[in-house]
C-alpha cells in the first residue's frame, strides 16, 4: 500500500549542536568539564551530536570510501561469496533489501558489509573470523586501518560522557577494555525510485542498540531524526565532522538521562549513498545497569548478549 512521503524539513543547526572534543584528548584535563557538559546537554536534549577536531586521518577514511565503493560495486554473485548468511557470527556482506525487522515495517533498501576484530571462535557467540571478498583485496587494510582510527575516537569521548553525568573521567575503563565487541559497518543506499511510497526506506525508523555509534555520512545527506516534538527532521552533513548517537546500552546506564533516540534513512536525492557506521559496545559480560538515579524502572541487561539478541532479530543467518 503506497502513501505519500512527506517532505521533512531541514534541521536548524542549533538543534544538534557541534562539539569541538579536541580538548578530551588535551594531556591538562582542565577543559574535559565544560566540554563534557556540552555532551551531556546534547544527550539529554536530542540524543544526537556532531563533533569536529576528532583526530580522525582523512587519508584513512579517503581510503575507505574508495574500497567500499569498489565493493558495492561488484557483481551481486561477488558480494554474496561473502553473505553475512554463511557466516555463523554474522560478519560479511549484507544483501539489497534484506530481511529483517530493523525499523518500519517493509524493506530496507540498503546493503552493507560488517566487521568486529577477529577473535578465536570460542564460548561466545560473536567471536569468530570475519569474511573479506577476494576481488577487492584492499577492503580489509582499509576497513582495519579505519577501525583502529575510529575506536580511537570513540575512547576519546567516554570521559566526556561520563564527566556529563557526575561520574570518575576514568569510570568506562574496564568496560571498554577490549574492543572485541565493537562493530565497523559500511552502507550503500541506491537511489530512491518510488519516493511516494513510505515501505521502502533506506533504512526504517528505529534506535541502536549500541552504547554509542560513530557516523561518517557522504555529503548527499539522508539520515533523519525523531526530534521530541514527533517530527521528522533532516541532519545534513557538516565537513570535518562526525555525527554521534547515543544508544539503547547508554540509555539504559544514564537511566534515561541520555537519550537513545528513533532515526532513519530516506534516499531522497537520485543518487547513490553511502555511509559507516561504528557502533561501540562494551565486551561481552558487561552489566549494564542504571550508574545515576538507581531509582529508575531500567532492567540491567548483560550487554553481549543484548548484542547477540540484537544480531538474531535483525541480520538474515541461517543457522549451522
Same mark, same amino acid.
Given at each position: !500500500?503506497?502513501?505519500? *512521503?512527506? $517532505?521533512?524539513?531541514?534541521?536548524?543547526?542549533?538543534?544538534?549542536?557541534?562539539?569541538?572534543?579536541?580538548?578530551?584528548?588535551?594531556?591538562?584535563?582542565?577543559?574535559?568539564?565544560?566540554?563534557?557538559?556540552?555532551?551531556?546537554?546534547?544527550? +539529554?536534549?536530542?540524543?544526537?551530536?556532531?563533533?569536529?577536531?576528532?583526530?580522525?586521518?582523512?587519508? $584513512?577514511?579517503?581510503?575507505?570510501?574508495?574500497?567500499?565503493?569498489?565493493?558495492?560495486? *561488484?557483481?551481486?554473485?561477488?558480494?554474496?561469496?561473502?553473505?553475512?548468511?554463511?557466516?555463523?557470527?554474522?560478519?560479511?556482506?549484507?544483501?539489497?533489501?534484506?530481511? =529483517?525487522?530493523?525499523?518500519?515495517?517493509?524493506?530496507? *533498501?540498503?546493503?552493507?558489509?560488517?566487521?568486529?576484530?577477529?577473535?578465536?571462535?570460542?564460548?561466545?557467540?560473536?567471536?569468530?573470523?570475519?569474511?573479506?571478498?577476494?576481488?577487492?583485496?584492499?577492503?580489509?587494510?582499509?576497513?582495519?586501518?579505519?577501525?583502529?582510527?575510529?575506536?580511537?575516537?570513540?575512547? *576519546? !569521548?567516554?570521559?566526556?560522557?561520563?564527566?556529563?553525568?557526575?561520574?570518575?573521567?576514568? %569510570?568506562?575503563?574496564?568496560?571498554?577494555?577490549?574492543?572485541?565487541?565493537?562493530?565497523?559497518?559500511?552502507?550503500?543506499?541506491?537511489?530512491?525510485?518510488?519516493?511516494?511510497?513510505?515501505?521502502?526506506?533506506?533504512?526504517?525508523?528505529?534506535?541502536?542498540?549500541?552504547?554509542?555509534?560513530?557516523?561518517?555520512?557522504?555529503?548527499? =545527506?539522508?539520515?533523519?531524526?525523531?526530534?521530541?516534538?514527533?517530527?521528522?527532521?533532516?541532519?545534513?552533513?557538516?565537513?570535518?565532522?562526525?555525527?554521534?548517537?547515543?544508544?539503547?546500552?547508554? +540509555?539504559?546506564?544514564?537511566?534515561?538521562?541520555?537519550?537513545?533516540?528513533?532515526?532513519?534513512?530516506?534516499?531522497? %536525492?537520485?543518487?547513490?549513498?553511502?555511509?559507516?557506521?561504528?557502533?561501540?559496545?562494551?565486551?561481552?559480560?558487561?552489566?549494564?545497569?542504571?550508574?545515576?538515579?538507581?531509582?529508575?524502572? %531500567?532492567?540491567?541487561?548483560?550487554? =553481549?548478549?543484548?548484542?547477540?539478541?540484537?544480531?538474531?532479530?535483525?541480520?538474515? +543467518?541461517?543457522?549451522?
Amino acid at each position: !500500500m503506497s502513501m505519500p *512521503l512527506p $517532505v521533512t524539513r531541514k534541521l536548524d543547526f542549533s538543534e544538534i549542536p557541534v562539539v569541538d572534543i579536541g580538548p578530551l584528548g588535551e594531556a591538562d584535563t582542565k577543559r574535559i568539564p565544560a566540554v563534557a557538559a556540552e555532551i551531556a546537554r546534547a544527550c +539529554q536534549d536530542v540524543g544526537f551530536m556532531y563533533v569536529k577536531n576528532h583526530g580522525v586521518s582523512a587519508t $584513512v577514511l579517503r581510503n575507505l570510501r574508495r574500497e567500499a565503493e569498489a565493493f558495492f560495486s *561488484l557483481p551481486s554473485t561477488e558480494k554474496m561469496k561473502v553473505a553475512v548468511e554463511i557466516s555463523p557470527q554474522y560478519r560479511g556482506y549484507l544483501p539489497l533489501e534484506y530481511t =529483517g525487522e530493523e525499523g518500519e515495517e517493509g524493506r530496507n *533498501l540498503q546493503e552493507g558489509f560488517i566487521m568486529m576484530p577477529d577473535r578465536p571462535v570460542g564460548t561466545l557467540p560473536l567471536h569468530g573470523p570475519n569474511q573479506w571478498p577476494e576481488k577487492v583485496p584492499g577492503l580489509k587494510p582499509a576497513m582495519m586501518a579505519y577501525f583502529v582510527e575510529v575506536e580511537k575516537l570513540a575512547r *576519546l !569521548m567516554l570521559p566526556g560522557f561520563t564527566v556529563g553525568v557526575g561520574l570518575p573521567a576514568d %569510570y568506562f575503563r574496564d568496560a571498554f577494555r577490549d574492543p572485541e565487541m565493537m562493530i565497523l559497518k559500511l552502507n550503500h543506499y541506491p537511489p530512491q525510485k518510488a519516493m511516494n511510497d513510505a515501505y521502502m526506506l533506506g533504512v526504517g525508523g528505529h534506535t541502536d542498540f549500541s552504547a554509542f555509534t560513530i557516523l561518517w555520512q557522504d555529503d548527499l =545527506g539522508g539520515l533523519e531524526v525523531l526530534n521530541k516534538s514527533g517530527e521528522w527532521v533532516a541532519v545534513p552533513p557538516i565537513e570535518d565532522t562526525f555525527v554521534i548517537n547515543i544508544g539503547d546500552l547508554m +540509555q539504559v546506564w544514564t537511566n534515561g538521562r541520555f537519550s537513545s533516540t528513533e532515526h532513519r534513512v530516506i534516499n531522497r %536525492y537520485g543518487k547513490d549513498r553511502n555511509s559507516i557506521a561504528f557502533f561501540v559496545d562494551p565486551v561481552y559480560p558487561t552489566k549494564v545497569e542504571p550508574l545515576v538515579d538507581r531509582s529508575g524502572s %531500567y532492567e540491567p541487561v548483560v550487554s =553481549g548478549d543484548h548484542i547477540y539478541a540484537q544480531f538474531r532479530r535483525i541480520y538474515p +543467518q541461517r543457522q549451522r
